[in-house]
């Protein structure tokens, strides 16, 4: 059968030859085989300024192949045909299986084998984990789903290392580099998830009502449920539920020793806005065995440094959708025309696209950052002011996340709203990056605890901010205001408690937000990037939508970056 170009090829139709009605013009070529990493600059020179440019050439490998016409459509094709549940076999027996199109595993086994999910845990050392955000920003900005399986096993590390006896069968296979998605016993490999919250309390997880029953041997026997259970297929989940001495956290593995499944009973698959290529369940534990991680009563302690670590790859995520965002909006608006001349030159439009890409280089600023203060190698004072600073930044930037793809969307006009486009995807992606690992409400509620326990966090941060002190007027007005603000929360604190504090939570925490992001952009991004950011954020038409800059800011240097 002979195929023809139906632009220009006259077609025959029962009633004779039909002539083509038009030519196409003006049409956007696809964003296909670039290499995402090298035309990221502020990811670039983040990945250099903070010690992993020894993670350049693998970078740029990873750049080149996620930018690839075929991983672009692996990404299509991975949320075109989402994960089915399979209860059963066709003889009755259970099977609580779930099917991804052989696309969703392409990517996922890319990106471990780039070391996306435990490469800084497998060889810590400076910028470890900064070369990691890197190679997980990119594979998110592409096809975001996988990165929650890649996100959890990642931070399943430190908790696991609270059972001595489980990470030496465990962490050895979440370091591998191989990906097998199937369940059995001899797998090599391994990839680890979560699962916390159930129906009666969702963030509330002390009011679980799953029980924990000792069984003998280390094993215990596991009776509940729990409501939000993403990346069923995991080998391994780290779940709470209430023992004898309390709440604590266990280790459910898929495959039993002896090579029988474990009791794992998916309900249903959750049918959700966005994130569809990435399967969440519903899942019911009868009889089902796990292993005691952490001490008994403890479950919180020891399953919140898993959550710690996925809230900063939220970061990361909401980041890496930002760049995506403005990578698409600018390649519309460099080669669309209209009125004239191309988009991008029409002042307008030159303003919103330019302040989409300072909100990506402000969010790629504050994840590097906060990858750096994650490193092995970190300091006490480092590490005080990560604890402020993760929730901080996950508040803020996966809040900025839905607004800005929307935006970007809107740069592409019509085309933007369809799904032929990655955008649309994009927009009903961003939502879950603020709404999973703890909401915007229970995140700030999150820096007002660190602030009660661990007061030496409120001055590390403050150090941190402080570094750019002097620099501009805007930002060192902010920083005032922001202190004052600080103290009058404390106060609060001190005298009436949490509840006397939250109605100011939300505005602390964004001040807290735009004070770093400002500090950080002021000593690492050039003056025009730095200067139109702090204007635009903390001058006197602060709050507006995209695209209301700083009168003669200096746009094209910021484009130039993008």
């Known amino acids: 059968m002979t195929v023809l170009d139906r632009s220009t090829s006259p077609v025959t139709s029962t009633h004779g030859p039909v002539t083509s009605t038009h030519e196409v013009t003006n049409q956007v070529p696809p964003r296909v085989d670039v290499d995402e990493f090298a035309t990221n600059t502020p990811l670039v020179e983040g990945v250099r300024r903070y010690g992993a440019d020894w993670a350049l050439e693998d970078l740029h490998a990873s750049g080149r192949f996620v930018g690839s016409a075929d991983v672009q459509h692996d990404s299509e094709l991975a949320e075109a045909y989402p994960p089915v549940l399979r209860t059963h076999d066709r003889s009755g027996h259970r099977l609580d299986e779930v099917e991804y199109h052989p696309a969703y595993h392409r990517i996922l086994a890319a990106a471990v084998a780039a070391g996306a999910h435990t490469s800084a845990w497998a060889q810590p050392r400076p910028g470890a984990n900064v070369a990691r955000a890197a190679q997980f920003m990119l594979f998110a900005q592409v096809e975001p789903g996988h990165a929650c399986p890649v996100s959890m096993t990642h931070a399943a590390v430190p908790s696991l290392e609270r059972a001595p006896d489980l990470a030496r069968e465990w962490v050895p296979r979440l370091l591998r580099r191989d990906y097998d998605p199937a369940l059995h016993a001899d797998k090599p490999s391994a990839m680890v998830g979560m699962a916390m919250t159930e129906k009666q309390g969702g963030s509330d997880v002390r009011a679980n009502t799953t029980a924990a029953t000792p069984v003998g041997d280390q094993m215990w026997q596991l009776t509940g449920h729990k409501w939000f259970c993403s990346a069923p297929m995991s080998d391994a989940f780290l779940?709470?539920?209430?023992?004898?001495?309390?709440?604590?956290?266990?280790?459910?593995?898929?495959?039993?020793?002896?090579?029988?499944?474990?009791?794992?009973?998916?309900?249903?698959?959750?049918?959700?806005?966005?994130?569809?290529?990435?399967?969440?369940?519903?899942?019911?534990?009868?009889?089902?065995?796990?292993?005691?991680?952490?001490?008994?009563?403890?479950?919180?302690?020891?399953?919140?440094?898993?959550?710690?670590?996925?809230?900063?790859?939220?970061?990361?995520?909401?980041?890496?959708?930002?760049?995506?965002?403005?990578?698409?909006?600018?390649?519309?608006?460099?080669?669309?025309?209209?009125?004239?001349?191309?988009?991008?030159?029409?002042?307008?439009?030159?303003?919103?696209?330019?302040?989409?890409?300072?909100?990506?280089?402000?969010?790629?600023?504050?994840?590097?950052?906060?990858?750096?203060?994650?490193?092995?190698?970190?300091?006490?004072?480092?590490?005080?002011?990560?604890?402020?600073?993760?929730?901080?930044?996950?508040?803020?930037?996966?809040?900025?996340?839905?607004?800005?793809?929307?935006?970007a969307m809107e740069c592409l006009g019509g085309n933007g709203y369809t799904e032929d486009f990655p955008l649309a995807r994009r927009y009903r992606e961003q939502p879950v990056m603020a709404i999973w690992e703890g909401s915007g409400n229970v995140i700030a509620l999150d820096v007002l605890r660190a602030m009660v326990r661990q007061p030496e966090t409120v001055d590390a941060f403050d150090a941190e901010v402080s570094l750019a002190a002097g620099a501009h007027p805007l930002l060192d007005a902010h920083l005032k205001d922001t202190r004052r603000l600080v103290g009058e929360v404390t106060a609060r604190l001190r005298e009436g408690g949490t509840d006397a504090a939250a109605p100011l939570a939300r505005r602390l925490v964004a001040d807290l937000a735009l004070a770093l992001q400002a500090s950080l952009l002021v000593r690492t991004a050039p003056a025009p990037v730095a200067e139109t950011f702090i204007g635009a954020r903390l001058g006197e038409h602060r709050g507006h939508l995209y695209g209301v800059l700083p009168a003669g800011a200096d746009l094209q240097s910021i484009l130039d970056r993008h």
């Open 239 to 407: 779940v709470l539920a209430q023992a004898p001495g309390g709440l604590s956290c266990f280790l459910l593995p898929r495959v039993l020793p002896d090579g029988t499944r474990n009791a794992f009973l998916i309900q249903r698959l959750k049918d959700k806005l966005g994130n569809r290529s990435n399967a969440s369940a519903e899942v019911e534990f009868a009889g089902t065995l796990a292993w005691l991680v952490g001490e008994q009563g403890h479950g919180v302690r020891t399953i919140i440094e898993m959550v710690d670590r996925t809230r900063l790859d939220n970061v990361y995520g909401a980041a890496a959708g930002m760049r995506q965002s403005v990578a698409e909006a600018l390649w519309h608006v460099r080669h669309r025309a209209a009125f004239g001349a191309h988009l991008v030159d029409q002042p307008a439009m030159t303003a919103v696209v330019a302040d989409l890409a300072l909100e990506s280089e402000a969010a790629t600023a504050t994840a590097l950052r906060l990858a750096r203060a994650h490193d092995a190698d970190a300091s006490e004072a480092e590490v005080a002011f990560r604890r402020l600073a993760t929730p901080v930044a996950k508040y803020w930037v996966t809040k900025r996340g839905p607004e800005h793809a929307y935006e």
